[in-house]
């Protein structure tokens, strides 16, 4: 690696995190609020990214993950009449568990068994929101509107239905998500996920426990999405089962091989061009996922390694 | 008082009165009786001519389901929905001010739904969002609704809006919900075809509707429930379901949706052959399925509920002949020009008299502009029912100010010689239940 590197890295993330902030002030309505919403999907596909990107393993139940975080913040607003912290931070440490349970279990596997093993407890996930619907009130799923209580820090109190306050709560999230995902790449740990990617057993040889290693990644990668998925719920007053679908799993897939699978703002990139190319083509015709799908297959063939990772390969190398 | 106020129908007028509920229904009834009549004589609906100049269209944004699992029903509320702003427009619009319908599809999804609603009240600057049928929208939508406060008027008949759940921007106006529907047809169900009654339902939320509200009814009317039997969305064989019903069951209740339920009716027959008990669904199980489809021959003597009846015989009035003219059904209720393109009767109707519905908040508030947003709503909440008309054509309506929800006449069908043939009208009051939701304490 460049030793530059780090420091471009650092330069880059921290323009892109004050380009995010200043947008703010210049977005019109629906923009400001359709980008809140991209931030917070984002750190889901960074999340989903720490997994897939660096350390190669393809989840196809991450909806599980981020349902997780979802459903513990809802439930403990909605059930228990906890505030938004108290209650995110049991949907964070619930997360933590969960990940490292599932992890547990499914990394006992690899490959496509890996896959369908994900695939299959998120499937469990998703049917656990259906049958304990005294809870998770089924696919309808519950509003927090009347019982999320503002935000009071100090003598300052934040409505989380305020635009300005989701906004910056979205990018807040994004900033950690962002930031801790450059940190484990440029970190020891970050190459050792690396190596596992690129070869599990030469990297067994080297004397690592990949068992661990990709333990941990899958945790971080877990919490980071039920993170998101708590702090979507606060900002966005819903909770419903459609999160927990599986086509909620397949999208980070998508929003991160479009965007530039193994780069840190692919995610970023992938799930603002894709929220906005449906957000266009719907309007334009019922047919717009046809459309979608034929602009992914091109760009799958045209750069393969996603938007960032086609501007890393020709431009910048450098890139994490 | 306000000038807005002093408009008031004869509608709003009841209110005023302190009458008891009983006497209320009947006020109410009466009204919309006379309401009946009046419609089969001319045309109630005042006719109003476009303000000239400087006003602009009255921009209606529908988030209308055109893909996903509810493409099917979103297909219809679209053509009625255009249906309703062309027959308005020739009225004279709203208030003067033509209709604009903008739509933009939701995909079926809440997270799609919500994006919705946003664009409509920030992109697109709609005067107010409508149309949304699947319950799971709904409930995905109205929160931006009520933090954008924009007025939501949805036509899904998910008891959401009634159950106190939703914001002070949620009206559900004219399309009654599912547990007022179960408590009217059980009524007549527990009454003519027996007391014991196994309940089949699709394992998720519509069907716990079904299966929690049933079990109120039987309590009820005296009969009882002798198995609630969950099939999960994506079963494909449903034999083995059927062995898990009591043999001494009177009724079975089926409420099954989706693409399943060819196999679900036609495994159904083979099971209990001629030997079956009684059968009573709902129509959403086929609406936009014809009746006579290979498979469903089964169904024949069996009994459903529909909001409004499919076939032009069940409810032969005037009004409702103008309004399936106006959006295009034959008298079997397929679209007139395929026969093959089988509409949602049941449903559809709600889209109808929801933009009425609307264009009456609309021009008794005299809302001009967002700034009015405040005097429609409790316009709206003021409103105490709606008279049958070309406006109603699925009849009249008690509305229910502080739950934002209207309650109507069901009908009960049976299935012979190929087509639904209507065997009774239930009552409004026989849907009506008590509520202590009371939307009117949020603040606006």
């Known amino acids: 690696m460049n030793r530059r590197a780090p420091r471009k890295t650092a330069m880059l993330m921290a323009g892109v995190l004050v380009f995010l902030f200043l947008l703010q002030f210049i977005l019109p309505a629906y923009h400001h609020s359709t980008f809140s919403k991209i931030m917070v999907l984002a750190s889901y596909a960074v999340g989903f990214n720490i997994l897939l990107g660096y350390t190669g393993l393809m989840s196809l139940g991450h909806a599980m993950f981020f349902s997780t975080g979802m459903y513990v913040t809802g439930i403990c607003v909605y059930h228990f009449g906890l505030t938004g912290i108290p209650a995110l931070g049991i949907g964070l440490i619930i997360t933590v568990f969960v990940s490292m349970l599932i992890g547990a279990v499914a990394l006992r596997t690899s490959g496509v068994s890996f896959l369908i093993v994900t695939l299959m407890f998120g499937q469990t996930a998703f049917l656990s929101v259906l049958y304990f619907d005294q809870f998770t009130l089924g696919q309808d799923g519950f509003t927090l509107t009347k019982e999320l209580q503002p935000l009071v820090l100090g003598s300052t109190s934040f409505s989380y239905t305020d635009p300005n306050f989701k906004y910056n709560a979205a990018w807040l999230l994004f900033a950690v998500c962002l930031i801790l995902s450059n940190l484990l790449i440029l970190s020891p740990i970050g190459r050792v996920l690396i190596a596992i990617r690129e070869n599990e057993e030469r990297t067994q040889m080297l004397g690592y426990n990949t068992y661990l290693y990709k333990l941990f990644a899958l945790t971080l990668s877990g919490t980071l999405s039920g993170l998101a998925g708590s702090v979507h719920a606060l900002l966005f007053s819903y909770v419903g089962a459609t999160f927990a679908e599986i086509h909620h799993s397949i999208a980070p897939l998508l929003w991160t091989l479009l965007g530039g699978v193994g780069t840190t703002l692919g995610p970023l990139v992938g799930t603002g061009i894709m929220h906005y190319l449906i957000d266009f083509t719907s309007g334009w015709t019922s047919a717009y996922l046809l459309i979608v799908g034929a602009i992914l297959v091109l760009l799958v063939i045209g750069a393969p390694q996603g938007l960032m990772g086609m501007i890393r390969q020709k431009w910048m190398q450098w890139l994490p | ?444």
């Open chain 2, 1 to 444: 008082m306000t000038e807005n106020e002093k408009k008031a129908t004869p509608v709003q007028e009841e209110q005023k009165t302190e009458l008891s509920r009983r006497s209320l229904f009947g006020a109410t009834a009466a009204v919309a009786g006379a309401g009946v009549l009046a419609s089969q004589l001319t045309d109630p609906i005042a006719r109003t001519a476009y303000a000239a100049g400087s006003d602009a269209p009255i921009r209606i944004g529908f988030q209308v389901h055109r893909t996903g699992i509810g493409a099917t029903y979103g297909k219809w509320y679209e053509r009625t929905t255009n249906a309703a702003a062309k027959y308005i427009n020739d009225l004279g619009g709203m208030g003067g001010r033509p209709v604009e319908i903008v739509a933009e599809d939701d995909g079926t999804d809440p997270k799609r739904g919500a994006d919705v609603v946003e664009k409509f009240a920030t992109q697109h600057k709609v005067d107010f969002v409508y149309g949304t049928l699947f319950s799971h929208v709904v409930m995905g939508s109205s929160p931006r609704a009520g933090e954008l406060k924009i007025p939501y008027f949805v036509v899904s008949e998910g008891h959401h809006v009634a159950s106190g759940k939703l914001n002070r921007y949620v009206f559900q106006p004219c399309i009654t919900e599912v547990p007022s529907q179960i408590y009217a047809v059980s009524k007549w169900m527990f009454s003519n075809l027996g007391k014991k009654v196994a309940v089949i339902y699709p394992d998720y939320a519509f069907g716990y509707d079904h299966r929690d509200y049933s079990m109120e009814a039987a309590k009820k009317n005296g009969g009882t429930i002798a198995a609630q039997i969950p099939i999960p969305p994506t079963e494909t064989s449903f034999t083995r379901y059927f062995t898990k019903i009591p043999r001494d069951t009177d009724v079975i209740y089926h409420v099954m949706v989706g693409p399943g339920v060819l196999t679900f009716v036609r495994e159904m027959g083979e099971h209990f052959g001629s030997r079956r008990p009684e059968i009573f669904g709902f129509i959403d199980s086929l609406e936009g399925v014809d009746i006579n489809s290979p498979g469903l021959d089964f169904l024949d003597g069996t009994y459903f509920w529909e909001a409004m009846p499919r076939y032009a015989d069940g409810y032969p009035t005037a009004a409702e002949k103008v309004y399936r003219d106006a959006v295009g059904v034959n008298a079997s209720g397929a679209s007139k020009s395929d026969s093959k393109d089988v509409s949602t009767y049941s449903h559809m109707f709600g889209c109808w008299e929801t933009m009425f519905a609307i264009r009456e908040a609309v021009e008794q508030s005299g809302y001009r502009n967002k700034r009015d947003y405040p005097a429609l709503i409790e316009t709206m909440e003021g409103f105490t029912g709606f008279n049958e008309g070309i406006a109603h054509p699925q009849g009249p309506k008690v509305f229910n100010g502080k739950n934002h929800q209207c309650y109507g006449n069901q009908f009960i069908s049976k299935v012979a010689g190929g087509k639904l043939n209507v065997v009774h009208r239930t009552s409004i009051e026989d849907g009506m239940y008590d509520s202590d939701v009371d939307y009117t304490k949020m603040s606006l």
